[in-house]
């Protein structure tokens, strides 16, 4: 097992309480390599493009609080939503996700650092860069304006001239880029970074989820890599992918794009789900229930996956063959989903369930999720969807699927994961109220919509007349997402007032099974000063509660010990809350990490990868490459001698980091 | 630890030598595998457009048939009463490109030598140098020449049909055929650029074994990128 606790310790005690791992100016930052450092880049990153979509909705639903808005115009009401989706998909859930990626997949599998540290920094620098190229032109009225799908032919030169299309087109094929590096690294990390005894049905759920995510994403971001070079090749040199009056295929873009666009939805619930898999867990003292049928499911889900995108187009007419297996397929992906439904409920049935904030995200999920996967059966069959699709309908459905199924468990894995991150825990308190008023903000927001969406209020509409019936259930949907915003606001307070204040935790202040717990919060540089062995899937309840994992598993028997030996222990340990308990059971270990410095890696001899700002250059010049082709507007010389300074740059790069050493030896 | 020399010092990863990985491989050779999974779902998306387009080209030229631009006639032999100026000949040029695919194959031969030679350049050494079959450098530049050849077969193709009326603006068939084609020549000038710069590295201090892996994935890659172009090739030009 990891060591930390053992091997102390020749650097003398911190003279400052504060997580160590985070010291050092702005050129620590820019030049880290630390997959540590990397994921709470992201995690900031992500909360601010959240924010940011979060004021988009704010203005869309200001402006249908009542029938005949006039907050926005027409034209600024489509750049809205179209970044509202936009910048929710690929720039707060996706990087959120990866945000715990990064921090737990080396933790969680017991090693020091991802396959490739240097390409890790390389993803986050391009996905903002990316993010900051698609999300600023909305301050010059030329944001993208033709949804978060961008349909072709709606998309080509002829509908959409000008710039707004233009930084839609060349901002995803950035992401993409960056998403697609972070899907090998995080691949090649799981596969071949596994600590000894680490098989792969030994893993936490959460990094089995991250598993199947990266296969989702290598496998289906270059549908859109593709469809995305089609438009730009029709925008910008005259092709003709998307031309109909050429022959081309209005249907061509759909369904490349929602090969990828399905895909989406499961690239984002799958790390969420993980994420609740391990909480439900922890927190009702109890071994997962049916362990191999979630990984099964998980890998099930992510296959069925492939099989799915159509159902985004019953509407298009793809004829009664298509339309009937596609909305089979779609049917079936709802089994393994149900299965993970019940596995959780029976995690929680019996256990010595603690109502931490964590915990009460991760139930909220199921129960939103379950309203999120019926309404969804719903229209999986073509005649409801097609009285269905394009109304709010389909809006309440996807935001129950994606609030409820992806953000409730990011948020989950927030509080969970805060104190192994920065050393102190968020508020409990401040973190059940945020709890409830989004819980409570979210339904009101969202709910009303299945109302609104059946009185045949279509998607996308910058305005309404009254007397149709949709105003009640809009101005419910409004003071919903104002309750939703004050949530955030309760969330971001606790959030950066817990840096400083929060209370500090030991290695593992929620009594966790797995790696990443046996560990000083924040961890050290090299995470674990010994590589683990690791013996089975509970490795910290065989050493501390061996009376979890002591019974053959799904034995009966098992179950029934468990609630009597560990459900009374646990109870009143609750009644204290949760947090300060846990630092008096483990009175050693908990005020280790202000006590005591650690040994740095050098003192342990352990190699390190050298920091260095090469990825952020490469990533530099890369954006300046891609973006660059905006520049056409102004003259074609201008253009080839950005692309192309933008390319020399790059490969310069890509030559200078890689012709330089990983890591020093000490 | 040595001085670090390029592309080969320490490691690029934590996963080589001297780590700990699960597998026992590198992470890089992991990682090229992933990385040619990825890149078999673009190929796989750039040619089935290109067979969806296939035949919906509204206008000529077209790929094995004849065109007249005055009457909109399509005919698989030529066309009698179109003026010449107006007569579109087939666009593709099967024995040009056969001898073009000839010299990819041929390069994959030659790449397969190189990481031969490198993988057992002591054994080559200790029964004194192993000839021509032992010097990667030889191979390595053949590799890339023969590569080179192939793009430049592709740019006299690309030429002579834009020459012939097709450009990438013509129609379907010009749109999909240039933007497939373009993207797999992108693909083989990458790995041309890797080959080279294996083969100054073998120029300036020479490969050796263990530098095989550096070898090893660029004719990962190389091969791949072989592959893909068979699949080109008879879908896109056999296939009629």
Not at chain 1, 572 to 577: F, I, N, Q
Not at chain 2, 71 to 87: K, Q, Y
Request: hydrophobic share 50%; charged share 10%; glycine share 10%.
């Amino acid at each position: 097992m990891a060591t930390t606790a053992a091997a102390i310790p020749t650097a003398p005690p911190a003279a400052t309480v504060g997580p160590e791992l985070y010291r050092g100016g702005i050129w620590s930052w820019l030049s880290t390599v630390d997959h540590k450092r990397i994921g709470v880049l992201y995690l900031y990153t992500s909360l601010f493009f959240f924010l940011w979509g979060g004021i988009e909705a704010g203005i869309m639903r200001t402006q249908l609080i009542g029938p005949n808005g006039k907050l926005v115009s027409a034209e600024v009401y489509n750049q809205l939503f179209t970044m509202h989706g936009t910048t929710m998909v690929f720039l707060a859930i996706m990087p959120l996700s990866s945000a715990f990626f990064n921090f737990l997949i080396p933790l969680q599998i017991g090693a020091r650092d991802v396959a490739f540290p240097r390409l890790n920094a390389f993803s986050y620098w391009v996905y903002l860069l990316g993010g900051l190229f698609i999300s600023l032109p909305i301050f010059f009225n030329a944001a993208p304006d033709a949804g978060w799908f961008g349909y072709a032919p709606l998309t080509t030169r002829q509908y959409s001239p000008g710039l707004h299309i233009d930084f839609w087109v060349l901002g995803l094929q950035i992401i993409g880029i960056s998403s697609l590096a972070a899907g090998f690294n995080f691949l090649t990390t799981i596969i071949n970074m596994r600590a000894p005894g680490m098989s792969l049905m030994r893993m936490p759920l959460f990094t089995w989820n991250a598993f199947v995510t990266q296969f989702l994403i290598i496998l289906a971001f270059p549908a859109i890599t593709i469809a995305l070079v089609f438009l730009q090749f029709d925008r910008f040199f005259g092709t003709n992918f998307y031309t109909p009056a050429a022959g081309g295929d209005p249907l061509l873009w759909q369904h490349l794009f929602w090969v990828i666009g399905h895909h989406e939805v499961y690239i984002r619930s799958s790390p969420a789900f993980g994420l609740i898999s391990d909480i439900i867990r922890t927190f009702s003292r109890k071994r997962i229930f049916g362990y191999p049928v979630m990984v099964y499911a998980t890998i099930l889900i992510g296959f069925l996956g492939f099989g799915v995108w159509a159902h985004h187009m019953f509407a298009t007419g793809l004829g009664p063959i298509a339309d009937t297996v596609f909305s089979l397929t779609t049917m079936l992906i709802a089994i393994p989903t149900g299965v993970k439904i019940f596995n959780w409920i029976s995690t929680l049935y019996g256990g010595a369930i603690r109502f931490t904030t964590a915990n009460m995200f991760a139930i909220g999920l199921v129960a939103m999720f379950v309203i999120g996967g019926i309404s969804g059966i719903m229209h999986a069959s073509p005649p409801a969807d097609l009285q269905q699709t394009d109304t709010y309908f389909i809006v309440a459905h996807f935001h129950y699927v994606l609030f409820g199924g992806s953000i409730m468990g990011l948020f989950a894995g927030v509080y969970y994961y805060y104190p192994k991150m920065f050393g102190r825990a968020m508020d409990e308190r401040l973190g059940k109220i945020h709890f409830w008023i989004n819980f409570i903000g979210g339904n009101l927001v969202f709910f009303p919509m299945h109302f609104s969406g059946l009185l045949g209020m279509p998607r996308r509409i910058y305005t309404y007349d009254s007397g149709q019936g949709w105003d009640f259930f809009n101005r419910l949907s409004t003071i919903g997402y104002y309750i939703l915003f004050l949530s955030s606001i309760v969330f971001m307070y606790n959030f950066f007032v817990s840096r400083r204040r929060g209370v500090i935790v030991g290695n593992d202040p929620w009594g966790a099974p797995t790696l990443e717990w046996s560990i000083p919060s924040p961890p050290p540089e090299y995470n674990f000063a010994e590589l683990p062995r690791v013996t089975s899937r509970y490795p910290l309840w065989d050493l501390k509660s061996p009376e979890l994992t002591r019974h053959v598993p799904h034995s009966r028997e098992g179950e029934k010990a468990l609630e009597v030996d560990v459900g009374g222990k646990d109870v009143a340990h609750t009644k204290g809350g949760g947090l300060t308990q846990d630092r008096t059971r483990n009175p050693i270990e908990a005020p280790m990490h202000i006590e005591h410095g650690w040994p740095t890696a050098a003192q342990l001899g352990i190699p390190m990868p050298t920091p260095t700002v090469k990825p952020l250059v490469a990533a530099a010049a890369l954006t300046l490459m891609v973006g660059g082709m905006t520049t056409k507007h102004i003259s074609m010389p201008v253009f080839f001698t950005v692309v192309l300074s933008g390319a020399v740059l790059f490969v310069g790069s890509l030559y200078a980091w890689l012709t330089m050493p990983l890591e020093e030896h000490h | 630890m040595e001085v670090a020399t390029p592309m080969t010092s320490a490691s690029e990863s934590h996963g080589t030598t001297g780590h700990y990985t699960t597998t026992g491989l590198d992470n890089r050779k992991v990682a090229i595998w992933a990385l040619i999974g990825s890149e078999c779902m673009l190929f796989a998306s750039l040619i089935s457009t290109y067979l969806i387009y296939k035949g919906r080209s509204l206008v000529g030229p077209y790929p094995h048939e004849f065109w007249c631009r005055a009457t909109n006639v399509t005919s698989d032999g030529p066309i009698a009463g179109c003026a010449p100026a107006e007569l579109f000949r087939p666009i593709l040029n099967i024995p040009v490109t056969s001898a073009s695919t000839f010299c990819l194959l041929m390069s994959s031969l030659f790449m397969v030598l190189a990481h031969n030679a490198v993988v057992n350049r002591d054994e080559y050494r200790a029964r004194g140098g192993g000839g021509i079959i032992g010097s990667s450098k030889l191979w390595l530049f053949m590799t890339a020449l023969f590569g080179t050849t192939f793009l430049l077969f592709q740019a006299y193709e690309f030429t002579s049909f834009v020459h012939e009326g097709l450009t990438i603006r013509s129609n379907l068939f010009g749109s999909s055929f240039f933007t497939l084609t373009g993207f797999h020549g992108a693909h083989v000038t990458a790995g041309v650029i890797w080959l080279c710069t294996l083969l100054a590295i073998d120029m300036k201090r020479g490969l050796r074994p263990r530098d095989a892996l550096n070898v090893d994935l660029a004719a990962l890659y190389w091969h791949f990128v072989d592959v893909v172009w068979i699949a080109i090739f008879t879908l896109v030009y056999l296939i009629q």
